[in-house]
Structures are given as C-alpha cells and as structure tokens.
C-alpha cells in the first residue's frame, strides 16, 4: 500500500512559478513510475508529466518547456517546477503511483494561476 500526500499548490499570477511535492509513504518507492496529473472544472483529468523508475521523462505538449518532473528517491518524493505559469494550467493536480497492476492516487492540491 501507498499513500500519497501533494503540496505545495496555491495562487499564484501569470507568469509566476510553483513547485509541487509528492511525498509517497510505504516501501519500494523507486519501483514505480510516477505521474502528475491535473483536472480543470468540467474537463477531463488528463496527464501532465511522467517520471519512471529509470528516470525517462514524457511531459503533455501544452507544458513541454515550462514544466519539469524530478524525483528523490531517498526522500520518497516526486516533484513538479511549474514555471511561466498561465491562466489554462489552474487546475488540481494529482499524483500518480503505478507499478505493473498496481496504481495509487494521491488526494490532489489546488493551482490557481490568476492576476
């Protein structure tokens, strides 16, 4: 079992920066592929950025650029530097956790970009 506790959300205006954490209790944590997601009002949660446990990287086209996905193995925790952030990225976002048939959501945190 894994839980997943996210930080680091808040308000922020156009063109400021936020980094969000993702910090996973239990064992094995460098055994599983790590995602963030995001989910804005009345849209779908769709995929933001990908970390797997070999350290390869996939980021959505809408952030490639702005955005950069790292982990810690050490610390158990998985991180996202928004940076140049925009009106369209305020949304929660939420952590991922997958390992073959396994698969863990984390309770998400709120990102608001607004001036």
């Known amino acids: 079992q894994v839980q997943l506790v996210e930080s680091g959300g808040g308000l922020v205006q156009p063109g400021g920066s936020l980094r969000l954490s993702c910090a996973a209790s239990g064992s094995a944590f460098n055994s599983y592929d790590m995602s963030w997601y995001r989910q804005a009002p009345g849209k779908q949660r769709g995929l933001v950025a990908l970390?797997?446990?070999?350290?390869?990287?996939n980021y959505a086209e809408s952030v490639k650029g702005r955005f950069t996905i790292s982990r810690d193995n050490g610390k158990n925790t998985v991180y996202l530097q928004m940076n140049s952030l925009k009106p369209e990225d305020t949304a929660a976002y939420y952590c991922y956790a997958r390992r073959q048939f396994l698969a863990y959501w984390g309770q998400g945190t709120q990102v608001t970009v607004s001036s």
């Open positions: 970390i797997t446990r070999s350290n390869n990287t």
